[in-house]
């Protein structure tokens, strides 16, 4: 079945750097969302793309549509501790299903 | 003031028995889901219901059914449970569409 792939799955950062996560399917995507899940919480959205190409920042966040509506990109610039969660990439796909991906764990160390 | 909210937070019961989630959103929202995370954090939608329509994932088992008795409440219920039913389940509403939802905090549901 329909699958969204992100890498890496987990990273632990030092407070200050910068962050780079990507998402990416097997088939193409109308609309791509990143959320971010923090422990006993549910997903939070950050950061909504609806065209191919697309580039969209949100503070220190910064989310790329990719050109082939297969994937995306999240960026998340000078980490800070609160960063720390899962963060996923989601949408709806040219048939309307809808998926979330398996989730990147961030985890900053002051 | 709480936008979704779920109850109870957690929720430990016996195989076969059956149990109901509740879920009530205060946003006016037309359109409601549930979804449910495993023990990886796989999150995968059940269902999305509105006043019209129930749009079910095929993937869900029958046992599992959701019940709206008005436009701000989608309660969850589940029969017969199974040990593969433990998860977190999560309640969305939306007013637009899937970009603009606002998730409850979770119901953890243990299956002994």
């Known amino acids: 079945g329909q699958q969204l792939n992100q890498s890496p799955q987990s990273m632990f950062i030092q407070e200050g750097e910068d962050v780079s996560m990507n998402c990416t399917s097997s088939?193409?995507?109308?609309?791509w969302l990143w959320y971010k899940q923090e422990p006993g919480e549910g997903p939070v959205l950050l950061i909504a793309?609806?065209?191919?190409?697309e580039l969209t920042s949100n503070g220190r966040l910064t989310a790329q549509f990719g050109i082939t509506r297969k994937d995306s990109f999240l960026n998340i610039s000078a980490s800070i501790p609160s960063d720390v969660g899962i963060y996923f990439c989601?949408?709806?796909?040219?048939?309307?299903?809808?998926?979330f991906g398996t989730g990147t764990s961030l985890t900053v160390i002051p | 003031d709480t936008a979704v909210s779920q109850t109870p937070k957690y929720l430990v019961t016996q195989m076969g028995n059956d149990k109901s989630i509740k879920c009530e959103q205060n946003l006016g929202h037309d359109t409601m889901y549930w979804y449910k995370q495993d023990s990886k954090k796989f999150l995968k939608i059940m269902f999305s219901?509105?006043?019209?329509?129930?749009?079910i994932n095929e993937t869900v088992p029958n046992r599992f059914s959701p019940k709206s008795p008005d436009k701000a409440h989608l309660n969850l219920h589940i029969n017969s449970l199974e040990l593969g039913d433990s998860a977190v389940y999560f309640c969305a509403s939306s007013q637009y569409g899937v970009d603009t939802q606002y998730f409850g905090p979770g119901t953890r549901l243990t299956v002994l």
């Open positions: 793309l609806y065209k191919a190409g």
């Open positions: 088939s193409i995507f109308n609309t």
């Open positions: 219901y509105n006043n019209k329509e129930l749009i």
């Open positions: 989601a949408g709806p796909n040219t048939g309307n299903q809808f998926y």
